[in-house]
């Protein structure tokens, strides 16, 4: 079983910079997609960012586009989250999520139903 261990959070000033991390166990890193999803507290999850298997397709939600970058290293089994440019808004528990894709290429998956493993959260605080 595949298991997602995150890091990097912390608190930044408004305007700073963080770089999550996303680690998984095993040896099927390669068959995953992968995502970044939020939430506030108060508010539901949301979709930050994905990438698909080979991390050659990639998305973002409108709210971060411009300022967040995601990359993937096959060989280190991880994905990152580059985050440039924060806002208070941005703070949130931010979680990593993993689902399998046998087959064809697929699109990055946005819709957190799809993903079927998750991390334990770091949180993000931004102060203003």
């Known amino acids: 079983q595949v298991q997602l261990v995150e890091s990097g959070g912390g608190l930044v000033q408004a305007g700073g910079s963080l770089r999550l991390s996303c680690t998984a166990s095993g040896r099927t890193f390669s068959s995953l997609a992968m995502g970044w999803f939020r939430q506030a507290p108060g508010k539901e999850r949301e979709f930050v960012s994905a990438i698909e298997r080979s991390g050659g397709s990639i998305a973002f939600a409108a709210s971060v586009k411009g300022r967040f970058a995601i990359s993937r290293d096959n060989a280190k089994n991880t994905v990152y989250l580059q985050m440039n440019t924060l806002k208070p808004e941005d703070t949130a528990v931010y979680y990593c999520?993993?689902?399998?894709?046998?087959?064809?290429?697929?699109?990055?998956?946005?819709?957190?139903?799809?993903?079927?493993?998750w991390g334990q959260g770091t949180q993000v605080t931004v102060s203003s």
């Open positions: 999520a993993a689902v399998q894709i046998i087959g064809a290429m697929t699109p990055p998956i946005t819709r957190a139903s799809e993903y079927d493993i």
